[in-house]
């Protein structure tokens, strides 16, 4: 119960923070299709996060409602309200991050993040279920909160593509097949490559990824068309890659190697190499959408990653207690904005670069390009 006091004592000042468009999102999502007990998108916020992030029982939550004044509330009532939230609570999540700054920039296409992270199960400590998110930026809201077995990896084929929307990954989704589903569907890529991807040169050459990255000097951003096969079909890409600095070049070799060592793995050359370089690839036309705009959009999902980082430290979300599937879904949502409103609290930044430094604002500052 040591988080109790923002629901408590703290409440007037979490609820100042939340997004000023809050009673309206909770409508537009018939949140509280039956206002009675709960007659307010604060009051029904108050009650989630009492469940949540002060992580009380069913009945826990509902004595604590009555305690407090909230409402009179059965467990099985609590339970109905908590299930029906979860729409509501993801376009808060979306609308706190767009106040904040997180599309700034974005392109006037359909821009979708996707990333997934584990999640334990009750009294376990391994992966019990593997958390898929999908956000949506053009429309502001979290537009997926799926829950599977550990099995079902991070695949871009699992994802319903939309014409001419952008699909913003990491390297765990960064596979042929998966850049193929998108691209055959009629959407575009922003996917952060790993380095044995197997792109081609324009020549049809196998490209040396590790070798080119080579070429790079301090600041300087790659920008070179390359292509990639898949199943008889041939793609037209771009390699945009930049250096990273020499503390984050450190920080994730740290990374790399105490993964291994907890694998039994031994560190290939290359990956060794690469870990020095932030590396994407995308199928829009540099006219589109120019080598530092590709880089500042990938940054938006870098945010993405870091919310799931802190998270499992802030509040525990790698351990659901919830079993339901609707429930599971609104404890993991409430989780994520608790989180955030921690964060801001303890004075955090989203603001973040993955390369380690900041880039010019305008393609038009001197930055060296090769």
Not at 170 to 179: F, P
Not at 342 to 368: H, M, N, Q, V, Y
Request: charged share 30%.
């Amino acid at each position: 119960m040591d988080n109790q006091r923002y629901v408590d004592e703290e409440w007037p000042y979490i609820l100042s923070l939340m997004p000023r468009n809050m009673e309206m999102l909770c409508e537009s999502k018939l949140a509280l299709s039956r206002r009675r007990e709960i007659v307010s998108a604060a009051d029904y916020l108050r009650l989630c996060m009492a469940y949540s992030v002060c992580d009380m029982s069913l009945r826990q939550t509902a004595a604590w409602a009555s305690a407090s004044g909230l409402a009179e509330l059965s467990d099985v009532a609590v339970l109905k309200r908590l299930r029906a939230a979860s729409g509501w609570l993801g376009s808060v999540i979306a609308e706190w991050l767009c106040e904040r700054g997180l599309i700034q920039g974005a392109p006037d296409r359909k821009v979708r993040i996707v990333d997934a992270t584990t999640v334990s199960k009750p009294g376990s400590t391994g992966t019990d279920w593997r958390l898929h998110m999908r956000m949506d930026l053009h429309e502001r809201r979290i537009g997926q909160v799926e829950l599977t077995g550990e099995s079902d990896g991070e695949h871009l084929d699992r994802h319903t593509i939309v014409s001419d929307e952008i699909i913003l990954g990491d390297r765990g989704y960064a596979s042929r097949k998966g850049i193929a589903h998108v691209l055959k569907a009629g959407g575009h890529v922003v996917i952060r490559s790993r380095w044995n991807l197997g792109l081609h040169t324009q020549t049809g050459g196998r490209l040396d990824m590790v070798s080119l990255l080579d070429t790079l000097g301090a600041e300087e951003i790659g920008d070179w068309p390359v292509r990639m096969e898949y199943e008889g079909a041939q793609y037209s890409l771009r390699l945009i890659a930049i250096r990273k600095s020499a503390h984050a070049t450190e920080k994730s070799l740290r990374e790399l190697h105490r993964e291994a060592r907890k694998k039994g793995h031994t560190l290939k050359r290359e990956t060794i190499k690469a870990a020095g370089y932030i590396v994407v690839v995308t199928d829009l036309p540099p006219e589109e959408l120019n080598c530092i705009h590709v880089l500042e959009l990938y940054r938006m999902r870098w945010q993405i990653e870091l919310l799931f980082k802190r998270l499992k430290s802030i509040l525990g979300f790698d351990r659901l207690r919830a079993k339901d599937d609707k429930l599971s879904q609104t404890y993991l949502l409430t989780k994520i904005l608790g989180a955030l409103v921690i964060d801001e609290l303890s004075g955090k930044a989203l603001d973040f670069f993955p390369w380690g430094f900041r880039l010019p604002t305008s393609p038009t500052e001197p930055l060296a390009l090769v």
